[in-house]
């Protein structure tokens, strides 16, 4: 099973933040948290990943609580092309992932 | 830089047939590899993976087996189909980082 739990489905204006919560409650010290999108019939594209800063690149920023049992996803400005699933995974070698979250950005 | 090939892209095989997908991948190496199938609108499903070569670990019991001949090599086979196993078939690999995923095979068993 996944160790993280996201919400099935959200909806996001364009333009505006789309904020992706995932709960990784269970997540061990030295795991990093990643973040993939996978648009309708592609292979997974990968976002960004952290440990336990913040960080930030050209796609979007990961924001971890300082207890690291859980994580935000910020895509600042969302356009239609978000419109995707996306899934946060906690990193271990067998690379699970969950239901993900079904963002779709509407106009 | 690294790349990953996986083919063939669309594959129809009737029930029963033997099948064989090959994943392959170019600019690392002892990568991390795994198989992933995706059924019609659901989630990734973890099927296999593999830390070098003759490691395999198997997520899901049923009619389909990995194989990792070479480093950068991985073959998912199975020697009788059933229509359960239609789906949309990943290959990907992880370095130190992030993953990559190939282009996916869909497969459809009738």
């Known amino acids: ?107 | 830089s690294q790349t990953i090939h996986q083919w063939p892209a669309t594959l129809v095989q009737p029930v029963g047939s033997p099948l064989s997908l090959e994943c392959t991948v170019e600019g690392t190496s002892n990568p991390n590899l795994y198989w992933y199938r995706q059924a019609a609108g659901r989630g990734l499903q973890l099927l296999f993976y593999s830390v070098g070569i003759g490691q395999i670990s198997s997520e899901v019991p049923q009619n389909l087996s990995a194989s990792r001949p070479q480093d950068r090599q991985f073959i998912l086979s199975s020697k009788k189909l059933l229509l359960s196993d239609s789906g949309f078939y990943l290959c990907a690999w992880m370095g130190s980082g992030e993953a990559f995923f190939g282009q996916g095979t869909r497969l459809t068993v009738v």
């Open chain 1, 1 to 107: 099973d996944a160790k993280t739990t996201q919400p099935p489905s959200m909806d996001c204006a364009e333009g505006r933040a789309a904020n992706l919560p995932c709960n990784h409650s269970t997540i061990s010290g030295n795991e990093y948290v990643y973040w993939y999108r996978q648009i309708h019939s592609q292979g997974p594209q990968y976002i960004i990943h952290g440990l336990k800063n913040n960080e930030t690149n050209e796609m979007a920023s990961l924001i971890i609580t300082e207890d690291r049992k859980s994580s935000t996803l910020i895509l600042p400005h969302a356009t239609l092309r978000d419109t995707a699933v996306y899934y946060c995974i906690v990193n271990t070698n067998d690379m699970r992932f969950g239901a993900g979250t079904r963002l779709t950005v509407k106009p």
